[in-house]
């Protein structure tokens, strides 16, 4: 059984920056390099969609709208994925889930946009930018 927890939501002027994290914790250490984690956003009214992971391989990658803006990144050693956000814009408010993928679904070849992939969740952030 994982748990993960997310915390370093809050409310930013446009231009802000934020800094999620993401703890896991499991019956032993998390493997966090065995298993691809992603962060997820879900806005009111709008489905959850990907905007970063860290794959197995250490592979990164970001949804298009926030390329050069976010930063995902682990610290084994602390058991925590942190999604460092710069020049948040208004539309990226939305609510923050951490996920992962322990089932390898990503790994063999499932997209690691699609929240189906991931088995295991955090209860989310709240990120709200204002103009």
């Known amino acids: 059984q994982v748990q993960l927890v997310e915390s370093g939501g809050g409310s930013v002027q446009a231009g802000g920056s934020l800094r999620l994290s993401c703890v896991a914790s499991?019956?032993?250490?998390?493997?966090?390099?065995?298993?691809?984690m992603g962060w997820f956003r879900q806005a009111p009214g709008k489905e959850r969609e990907g905007v970063a992971s860290?794959?197995?391989?250490?592979?990164?990658r970001y949804a298009d709208p926030v390329k050069g803006r976010f930063t995902i990144s682990q610290d084994n050693a602390k058991n925590t994925l942190y999604l460092q956000m710069n020049s948040l814009k208004p539309e990226d408010t939305a609510m923050y889930y951490c996920?992962?993928?322990?089932?390898?679904?990503?790994?063999?070849?499932?997209?690691?946009?699609?929240?189906?992939?991931?088995?295991?969740w955090g209860q989310g952030t709240q990120v709200t930018v204002s103009s």
């Open positions: 499991a019956a032993s250490a998390f493997p966090y390099s065995k298993y691809c």
């Open positions: 860290m794959g197995r391989d250490a592979r990164i």
């Open positions: 996920a992962a993928d322990t089932g390898l679904r990503v790994t063999y070849g499932g997209r690691w946009y699609l929240p189906t992939e991931f088995n295991y």
